[in-house]
């Protein structure tokens, strides 16, 4: 039987950073994922700077190991109109990396012992401590499996419907990097006329990120194929993009799962924590296994619901009450005629997609 203090089911950037925030508490933190790592993972792989700065990373010294896209300005606009308002900030205000490279360059750091390619099959409680698999005990349980965490899904019942999205991620030859009309420092974000989602195309180097997400999940395969069309017929060059592959993530506010609860805590997708504006989950995650570190050092070895009830507290201070933004309950219950001139006022209004769309919503500047 292998035991440990903490166990955390997740390799991506939440479980990967508790890990890393604990790595001088004398703990014994063992990180399982089911894929063995560097793996795919399907992203648009949009950081902020405040992402760098809370696991003390050095932009530099990043890009030594992988791609580190600076993001100075943006093109925003409508599908189906052909009009994008161009913003330009002058200066990097995000940054762009691919998550093989990513997810994998956190996990490294964050001197853990790593399991990898082992599944989550089975949770039993054996006394204080849980049972994983048969063969791995452990004091606390920290689900960071994203949306479909076996932590979050064996030991929660609650059930949300998610945003979904389509997008793939491919490497570009020679020919395509030259007549790519993407540029790489300015990112283009199409939103839905109904303001229920938004496509976007990013480059990183020789890298094209396509894809949707939707706040509807049936009418998904329809909107994706509208947005392809549309940038095809804005240039040849989108005939080329390999086929999208699906996922699925809830948005802050519509998650009914409990953070935490008797010997365990959920981070990250899998307590349902993307800013629901943008969608955008990589600091979010991140944040939640930082404050999740804060809690267990603080329970000194307690993970009764009363100790680990500290830790919803501090989302909750981090992020707001959980209803919901105006924008999300705004495109749930308008008609459709007024969620479209609003989408034409805010998004193809360069002083509003600035001040609204790209500051608070995408940037949180």
């Known amino acids: 039987m ?87 900030y002058g200066t990097p205000v995000s940054y762009g990396v691919r998550r093989c490279e990513f997810d994998y360059y956190l996990l490294k750091r964050c001197d853990a012992r790593i399991r990898y390619g082992v599944s989550v099959n089975t949770i039993e409680r054996s006394g204080k401590d849980w049972v994983v698999n048969g063969d791995i005990r452990a004091r606390l349980l920290v689900g960071a499996g994203g949306h479909f965490c076996p932590v979050a899904r064996k030991l929660t019942r609650a059930i949300a419907a998610p945003v979904v999205a389509q997008e793939t991620e491919f490497e570009m030859d020679s020919e395509q990097q030259t007549r790519c009309p993407v540029g790489g420092t300015v990112p283009e974000l199409y939103f839905c006329p109904d303001l229920k989602g938004y496509g976007w195309c990013f480059r990183k180097g020789k890298f094209l990120n396509v894809g949707l997400g939707r706040l509807d999940p049936h009418e998904l395969p329809a909107h994706v194929d509208q947005f392809l069309k549309f940038l095809s017929a804005r240039n040849a060059f989108f005939h080329q993009v390999p086929r999208l592959r699906g996922h699925a993530y809830l948005l802050y506010g519509t998650s009914p799962r409990p953070f935490a609860g008797d010997g365990f805590l959920l981070v990250g997708d899998s307590a349902g924590l993307a800013y629901p504006q943008s969608g955008e989950g990589i600091l979010p995650a991140i944040e939640s296994g930082l404050m999740a570190s804060e809690v267990i050092l603080s329970a000194r070895g307690d993970y009764s619901p009363t100790r680990l009830e500290a830790y919803a507290r501090k989302l909750a201070h981090r992020f707001g009450h959980t209803s919901g933004s105006w924008a999300m309950r705004a495109a749930r219950h308008l008609p459709a005629h007024t969620l479209r001139f609003a989408a034409r006022q805010l998004i193809l209004r360069p002083r509003l997609a600035r001040s609204i769309v790209l500051d608070r919503w995408f940037l949180h500047r």
């Open 2 to 88: 292998d035991f440990c203090d903490v166990l955390i089911a997740g390799g991506g950037p939440a479980g990967s950073s508790c890990a890393w925030a604990l790595r001088h508490s004398g703990l014994h933190v063992v990180v399982l994922d089911k894929q063995n790592f560097p793996r795919d993972k399907i992203c648009g792989g949009w950081i902020t700077p405040e992402v760098l700065t809370a696991l003390k990373i050095e932009p530099d010294s990043y890009a030594s190991h992988g791609v580190l896209q600076p993001i100075t300005a943006f093109k925003t606009g409508c599908i189906g109109r052909h009009s994008p308002a161009a913003t330009d």
